[in-house]
């Protein structure tokens, strides 16, 4: 029975997804059947598994290597966590969409970008997590690109899928690592891997993860992905394409080996910093709130580094909620205000007091105060770090994280909230808000969220119960890392309220607003050699073609002279064959009419021929 | 039992005939009567597919005798490697002639060259006498010469000619090894089978019939540095020529890597694996390379082609070089499939840019720029096309190039760093999309007096070329299993 379930919890947005590019109407209705279905299969399979069952779904692949999709504990956990974000997203989506003319476009994407997430959590073989993992970057390429005919839109899907394709060679190699290794494409069974390959495989899936997850140096793309709508930010930051990443390494954590939890640890620790620095500098809304989702997915890594899964995952949870209430309540001001820039939003606050308590709530509960739940699952992870043996690396990340997100959160709430005197004078009008369609689908997705993200902890204890890990026994609610983490997020969230960003980052303020990059980024270190790659090529193409410069002046110093002989000697002859060839053609067409060339061909063929025989005769006698 | 297999080969060349006969035949008649005979051998090939192949050798075999006393015969049959490809030749071709219903010049010497081109094209992947198959070889040569000389662009006559020149000297070397291979033979023999369940040659007489095997190949597949006529020929043959050229007529030379120089020559084969695995690894990453470097459209998918091409020569190599019987056959599965998944994915791309081409008279991506908007069909069946061609997941090329990289990774490791290939692809295919595709509509106005605004979307005749090419492309990639299935009977039960 719960076969079917599984199948449900997939192919219900998928066909929801497909139906309506066939039909090309009703678009919200179907969108919203098609998750509310998969919502029902979801639960019923967390239903399911809570009584303690668990099934599995082969499907035909490639030889002796089936696909699976597996209900366990953890990925029913994390494929419920999906379909109830989705929902509230799409609900919320269809306010927000209600004047664009391309809906059908758009849920449609929305519902594939959901079906690949549920397969990913649900898959229970390499090559099916692979594909879905791909077939994300396609679906977050087209929604990040769905308003591709606006400025900048075009770039930013790009290198939103360029960034995350060229780390997932990590994840490829990682695969076959593993492959190689067990013999098996079962996620399961390749979890006992130890020694050199499951270090190398471990490496490289963190690569995949750094890619996937926007973790340093790899954070750029994802705050330029803010130029698709904002329910599609809410969606790819909270349950979907950057939770990707996290839950990877989550899932593979039993295979992990000390030196990669170190690696993965530090990861984490400096992406926690690093992009929580920016998200402070940021003069963008929704940008902070990107940069911000790194730095808390550099949380999750540290959690992992330390050997705890559970805190990353219990963080992954309250984050997906937290966050994506966040870029729904942004996506209200930026309608009523027709931007995202701070300063443009000040004020915005007042104008709009339900859904900045909304916001408040959810950013409160980001920083870590109780009892929202943000407060639980960062004290796990500073519990995490004080017992890791890595203390005295992961617990200082751990701390800074949690002071910079009080910090970040503070300001944006500080700034939304209090208005500009000398501001709203001159520009009255601009910032007056105009009212905004479809605010009531808006803003029920939004109560559904946040009331998500001020309740969730009280799941947690069930959580850990249902996921019944022995690991689940590290996380008790202890004095110390309790007292830890409300000092660092009360500092932070008082710091960022009271001083201004200038005093609080002085000269690092230009460098974060220019994302820490270090020579120039992904730009300067993989596009430009690539494309200096292509040109090269290309050159070498023309030399070919031409046939005019020796070949060995460029290419390597080794082998030099016998590859300038050969390729010379090749297409030198060949060249001058063609050449000689058309001339005479163009010499004998004076002569005679008709395609002289083709039968000079023909010529060229029957002597070969003859040329040939004659060899054989050779041969023969 | 009927012979659906020479029936298969020679009804296009029936068709041939029928058409030269019909001389006074208006255009969409003689049209009508190369889809018909495609469609008609698409059946066959169809017929072919569900009669299938077993793991003891060649299949649904067909003999007679034709120069007894040279050991020289009419020889046809298949396996999993030829079976598919067979199939693809047969919908390649089919909607081919869909596409080109449109020619009008000189559209009697059209239809029956490319007829005459199926035949030999289906001829040389069931041929099992090496002189049957040389002939098809080199007859497909010709027609190919002329199609590109007569119904080519601009450039279309030098083009031609460094085609054929080119690939006509590289298949010397081919007869040359046919020769030696059958000197070696004892009885002397023309059969395939002969000579790959028993190998004639060894030692430094197999090393040269190998090089010389290569050689030919090479030019045909084809590999760095013999790869120059393709991107001149690919550029200025029609579309439907461009199709049947990368589609099909390229993996004679993947076919023929398998075929004769792995299963004739083994030993050889194995001993000089790593070259051959180096010139595929500098194949797949030059071709990708020099793709990003273009600007012209068809150009940047004709060198894909030398990418995608590279990929399979890498699992031909590795599969020689593996120990284990099963990682062998991961490879050569993977490279088969490849084959397959590159002639739908390709063909269906080099059908849109002629597609665009016929309707703005230019292939430059600079002068196209937010075609989505206009040509909505046309625009995400290129996107759709792309996305495949750069191996995406649930798409045709995904399952194949997986297979062959998990492979190398077992045999070669080092040889993984092909890998890179498939991001730059991404790259390419990414920035092709965004400078056509998407963006603001582009004001140039073209030779033709249109202006990217006013391009008309799919017609239905184009749709119904395309559609066929894009479904298999969707269902190769979800389903592999059934062209798997098919491959994996021979490779698994090769004895080397």
Known sequence: MSFITIAIAILAPLAASLLILLVRRMPVLLALSGMALGLVASLALLLNVSSGGSSELLLPGLPHMPLRLITTPLTVLLSTLVAV???????????????????????ATMLLFIAAMQTLVLAGDWILLLSAWELIGLSSYLLIGFWYQKPGVKSAATRAFMVTRSADLGLYIAVFILIA???????????????????????????????????????????????????????????????????????TAPMLTPETLLVIGIVGGVTTVVTGLIALGEADLKRMLAASTSSQYGLMLVAVGAGVPLAALLHLIAHAAIKSSLFLGAGVFQHSRETTMLEQLRGVGRERPKIFIGFALAALALAGIPPLSGFFSKDAIIAASLNSDSIWVLLPFALAGTLLTGSYMARALSILWHKNQGYKNQQQKSSQSKSVAGLVWMGAGLAG??????????????????????????????????????????????LGWFVPVQRLLGPLLSWANNGFSVAGGFDNLMVRPALAMARGCEKLERIFYEGVLAIGRMGLKVGRIVRRTDDKGIDGFIFSFVDSTVNLAAKARTLQSGLIHKELAIGTVASAMILAISLVALMVY | MYPIVSTTVFLPLLGALLVLLMRKAPPHVVHGIGIATSGVTLLGAMIMWARGVN????????????????????????????????????????????????????????????????????????????????????????????????????????AALMFFIYTFLGSLPLLLAILGLYLGSDPYTFDMRVWISNPPLDGLAA?????????????????????????????????????????????????????????????????????????????????????????????????????????????????????????????????????????????????????????????????????????????????????????????????????????????????????????????L??????????????????????????????????????????????????????????IHTTTIALPF
């Not at chain 2, 007829?115 to 099992?128: D, K, M, P, R, Y």
């Not at chain 2, 106005?445 to 799919?458: C, H, R």
């Not at chain 2, 184009?462 to 098919?486: H, K």
Request: proline letters at 4%.
């Open chain 2, 55 to 158: 793991e003891t050798g060649f299949a649904q075999l067909e003999q007679i005798d034709w120069m007894p006393s040279i050991g020289a015969a009419y020889r046809v049959g298949v396996d999993g490697i030829s079976l598919p490809l067979v199939l693809l030749t047969a919908l390649l071709f089919f909607v081919t002639f869909i596409y080109s219903a449109k020619v009008r010049k000189q559209s009697h010497a059209f239809v029956a060259l490319m007829l005459l081109l199926e035949t030999a094209s289906i001829g040389a992947f069931v041929a099992l006498d090496a002189i049957l198959f040389y002939v098809f070889f080199e007859v497909s040569l010709v027609s190919m010469y002329f199609m590109i000389a007569h119904w080519g662009h601009e450039d279309r006559q030098r």
């Open chain 2, 429 to 486: 295919y990414l920035r092709a999309i965004a400078q056509v595709f998407l963006g603001d509509i582009n004001k140039t106005v073209y030779d033709n007096g249109a202006t990217a605004a006013t391009l008309p979307d799919l017609n239905s005749r184009e749709l119904l070329a395309l559609a066929p090419l894009l479904i298999f492309t969707i269902v190769l990639g979800v389903a592999p299993g059934w062209v798997l299935d098919v």
């Open chain 1, 449 to 494: 969220l946040v009331t998500l993200a001020v309740i969730l902890a009280a799941a947690f204890p069930a959580m850990k119960t249902l996921l019944n890990t022995p690991l689940a026994e590290n996380i008790t609610t202890e004095f110390v890392p309790a007292i830890l983490g409300l000092v660092a997020a009360l500092s932070g969230l008082l």
């Open chain 2, 207 to 427: 090393m040269l019939a190998l090089i010389a095997m290569l050689i030919t190949f090479a030019v045909k597949i084809p590999v760095f540095p013999l790869h120059t006529w393709l991107p001149a020929a690919h550029v200025q043959a029609p579309a439907a020529g461009s199709v049947i050229l990368a589609g099909v007529m390229l993996k004679f030379g993947t076919y023929g890597l398998v075929r004769f120089a792995y299963q004739m020559t083994p030993d050889a084969f194995r001993e000089a694996g790593v070259v051959i695995l180096i010139f595929g690894v500098i194949a797949a990453l030059y071709g990708a390379f020099a793709a990003l470097a273009q600007s012209d459209l068809k150009r940047l998918v004709a060198y894909t082609s030398i990418n995608h091409m590279g990929y399979i020569v890498i699992g031909v190599a590795i599969a020689a070089l593996a120990a284990d019987p099963a990682i062998r056959a991961t490879a050569l599965d993977g490279s088969v499939l490849q084959m397959v998944s590159h002639g739908l994915v390709t063909g269906a791309l080099f059908l849109l840019v002629g597609m665009l081409q016929d309707r703005a008279h230019t292939r430059d991506m600079a002068q196209f720029g937010g075609l989505i908007k206009v040509v909505p069909i046309l625009g995400w069946s290129f996107v759709l096309a792309a996305f495949a061609s750069l191996g995406l997941p649930g798409l045709a090329h995904f399952p194949a190039e997986f297979q062959i990289f998990l492979a190398t990774l077992q045999v070669e490791p080092i040889a993984i760093i092909a890998i890179i290939g498939i991001v730059i692809t991404a790259g």
């Open chain 1, 85 to 107: 974000i989705g929902s509230f997203v799409l609900v919320y989506a269809v306010g927000y969409m209600k004047s664009d003319t391309e809906k059908v476009r758009f849920f």
């Open chain 1, 181 to 251: 290794t067990t013999g098996s494409s079962e996620i399961a069974a390749t979890l006992n891997t130890s020694g050199t390959p499951a270090t190398a495989a471990g490496l490289l899936l963190l690569i995949a993860a750094m890619g996937k997850s926007a973790q340093t140096p790899l954070h750029d793309w994802l705050q330029r992905a803010m130029a698709g709508p904002t329910p599609v930010s809410a969606l790819l930051h909270s349950a979907t394409l950057v939770a990707a990443g996290a839950i990877l390494l989550i899932r």
